[in-house]
């Protein structure tokens, strides 16, 4: 699933269009009734509900500021969410990460706390150090650490890896390509005498066909330390790629090898793309990748990605409940974990911490979840049925990938909206009793509703 440095950063790269939560009423529409009018393009506004959802859900998710992994304290899934509430304007949210995270910053990038003295993990100091900056805070003076002399440290300066991560530890050297890309945007941001050869290795460690392999050759005396393709170790990896175009646009470094090397990535992103928006079939990849190509202006391969990753966030409100309802803005690892959690709920341990690193290294991509061109209306195929019929249920103004539930007295179904602007259509089945019934459809935030005359 995810890797010990698998989290990312993130800064907000364009504005969001909120759309307002209304409930709408609407009377039966007989099946003569004229159609709703199909707009003739999709709307280019930007939905921020469920980037809003993911963060109040993820917000409540932390202790004290921090992440409890039950035991222990994740500190790198602290850092993501730090970064994911950056997203999502949160600014109260990232300060409180900031506050927590100062006092026990040495407990992250250093080992002493468990029998590891003297260490120094150059990937988490070049994410803290990324963090610090995203909150305010001065990354040479944070929790009493200077963080980029520290990692400066951590730079080699030997041939053949000049430029190049390297842990102090006597568990081993676990450095590779996500911290290092870290390290090039950390180390550029403090105008670092070591940045260039941070960022020139790792430029090195992008292959010729665009995508950034994950891991370093691990013969550090070897003379070839650039990605070799098609050779084991160079290994294609969608979230190498990603986190490298990320850092490297963000981080504000410039020169030719670099903006080269960006679009070469890009390139190899949007043709690793599936056609239904996600990218290795996971949400982290997925809400990773989509945020580096909207980053570039890639808006249409970005609004795809994210579509995606909002179906994976389950809206299970009204008569459409379950275990998952008091987990609402949650966003699954993967389409399968959505019906395991809807009868078990999300467990504490190792379900809940999938829970929590899906949603926070997948929701910055929701900045780009398209709106809906529609309010949200309900119609009915017909004003009037006999109890037992099944009545042809119109949705509309559902946003792509939005999640919604349909109901009447008896019958509810749960709804997905389109990637097109199409209404989603159901079936709901008329209950007993000579009365008028009411069909909602609700969200998670806003409802809509029409009635249907129901006979025996």
Known sequence: MSHALRSHTWRRAAGLLAVSAVALSALAQPASAAPKATPAAPAAKTDDAAISLAASWLKGEL????????????????????????????KKGVAGINTALQPVINDYVAGDAFGDAGSTYAGAVAKAATFARVAGANPTSYGGVNLVTRLEERVSAVAPIVGRLEDKSSFGDFANTLGQSYAARALTEARSARAADAVTFLLAQQCASGFFRQDFNPDKTAPAQACAEGTAGSESSVDATATAVVNLVEGGVKGKAVDDAVAKAVTWLKDEQKKNGSFDANTNSTGLAGWALGLVKERDAAASAATWVRKQQPIEKNKCRSALTKDTGAIAYESKAIGAARNAGITDGDVRGQWRRATAQAMAVLQWAPASAEDLTVTLQRASAEAGDKVRV???????????????????????????????????????????????????????????????
Do not use: H
């Open 63 to 90: 202790t004290d500021g921090l992440v409890d992994a039950g035991g222990y304290t994740d500190y790198g899934l602290t850092i993501d969410t730090g970064f994911a509430l950056d997203q999502a304007r949160d």
């Open 394 to 456: 119109k949705v509309w103004g559902l946003a792509p990938g939005e999640r919604a539930c349909v109901s009447i007295k008896g019958d509810a179904q749960r709804v997905t909206g389109k990637a097109s602007d199409k209404p989603v259509t159901r079936k709901l089945v008329m209950p007993t009793g000579n009365t008028s019934r009411v069909v909602k459809v609700a969200t998670a935030d806003e409802s809509a509703k029409t009635r249907i005359a129901v006979s025996n």
